[in-house]
């Protein structure tokens, strides 16, 4: 989101991404979130992006958006999802899930390396 706020929109960010990979010589692969159908039109105009996450849409919008996208891009389903509707996610045909709810309660080890 803040790519896209301080490019003063998604396509104009896309583009000083594609500049900066071509000036570099890099084949990174680029990830781009949308939040909306408008997005999701605008990103379908760069092909060299892998993949489209799209983020916090319900399962019923996120099938209807991968049916637009149509296998052009991989997709990724994002954003408030939990173990309880993951698979209505799943079933949307999206490419895959990215689900922050496993890291929600995970307590921390300490790695620290002392010297004893």
């Not at 998604?10 to 500049?19: F, H, N, V």
Request: glycine share 4%; aromatic share 6%; hydrophobic share 40%.
């Amino acid at each position: 989101d803040n790519h896209i706020d301080f490019c003063l929109g998604l396509t104009q960010a896309l583009e000083k991404t594609k500049s900066y990979l071509k000036k570099n010589s890099l084949e990174i692969p680029v990830i781009v979130e949308v939040r909306n159908t408008h997005e999701i039109d605008q990103v379908m105009n760069f092909p060299w992006v892998k993949r489209i996450l799209l983020d916090n849409m319900s399962p019923k919008i996120l099938k209807k958006n991968i049916k637009k996208i149509n296998g052009k891009f991989e997709t990724e389903a994002s954003g408030n999802i939990t173990e309880k509707h993951l698979v209505s996610y799943a079933e949307t045909g999206v490419d895959y899930v990215s689900m922050g709810a496993l890291t929600y309660a995970a307590v921390p080890v300490d790695l620290s390396l002392k010297a004893i």
